[in-house]
């Protein structure tokens, strides 16, 4: 097994900062003072605005545990992203969800409060599917451990998996342990020019058979694709779809919204539409194809457009999926960025949120303005 102090080409800091928080904790929550956490600040804008006295995590970082054999990391959640991922590129390994940063101060913290994935997901999971075990701060300022490092550890009800996506919303996650995967043998894209009718249809096709494909995304008229694995099937699946080389870098500005689709001068709203595999081309008004962009082989589309919330989420809701709101018009927070729950399903958050955070301490509003 190695730890922080062994993995000798990467100086990645190490600092237990857990008892402090806690106080913190414990002194907003006998006072109940809202708190508003803080990691690398890169996905502030994900979510609604929240009112609270900030509590960074920067300085909770170090990787606790490595087992490259095993397959399995422990790390503090004030990591910054890239430093855990440069120690795993070190062991020939990686983080399978691909998950974005946006920004250079991304945090572990981060990518498991939003449990946001890149263009691999559909074919490696998302970042909930890799997470083994939490340590969570709670309320009364303790902290608790759920889930292990080993898959196993985590059957039944996952308190551990709960926090993916929780945003901070049932308190401070201090330390995750993952699941991670050796990196690919071999990588190549390819660009084929071709009708989004016929991409889509491509995507169903192709589905159904083992071929090596780990990205696939239409924008402006072109298919994108990334083939990952052994060299020889690559190759070969390679020049059975033809088309050309992909531009290096292309599913890194897509991961990190940095295409010109994602432009901070258009001044729509940025949607993201999350749909049933093989879903046609949603009939929206006023929508031109130029306004989507198809990833996850069209289960993922982002969309600008200035249409009514409420008429845009109906038309995805009867296709199956809902929508989310990124950005609003001019760059602007969305006062509801997510699909507003069932009744039901809002019931078990209302009772969830009473039971780990009565007083509303943990980043009150993230999700819903109710709790």
Known sequence: MVTTPDIPSHDVANH?????????????????????????DTKAFYGRPVQGEPLSTREHRGITEYDPVELIVSVRTGTPLRELEAALAANGQMLPCEPPHFGENATV?????????????????SVRDFVLGTRLITRQGSEQRFGGQVMKNVAGYDLSRLMVGAQGTLGLLTEVSMKVLPLPGASRSLHLDMPLNDA????????????????????????????????????????????????????EALREQQLAFFSAEDPRALWRLSLPNHTPVLELPDVAQTDVLYDWAGAQRWLRSDLDADALREVVTRAGGHATCYRGANGQSADMPFTPLPSVLEKYHRNLKAELDPKGIFNPGRLYAAF
């Open 109 to 125: 913290g981060g990518m498991i409060a939003t449990g946001l994935s890149g263009p691999r997901r559909p074919w490696a999971g």
């Open 200 to 251: 889509l249809g491509k995507f169903s096709e192709w589905g159904r058979q083992p071929l090596p494909i780990t990205a696939a995304a239409w924008l402006d008229g072109a298919l994108h694709l990334r083939l990952e694995g052994g060299p020889s099937s690559v190759a070969a699946t390679a020049e059975r779809l033809g088309g050309d080389e992909l531009k290096a870098g292309f599913w």
């Open 16 to 40: 237990d900062a857990s008892e402090a928080l806690a106080d913190r904790i414990r002194r907003a929550e006998a006072k109940g003072t809202p708190l508003r956490f803080v990691g690398g």
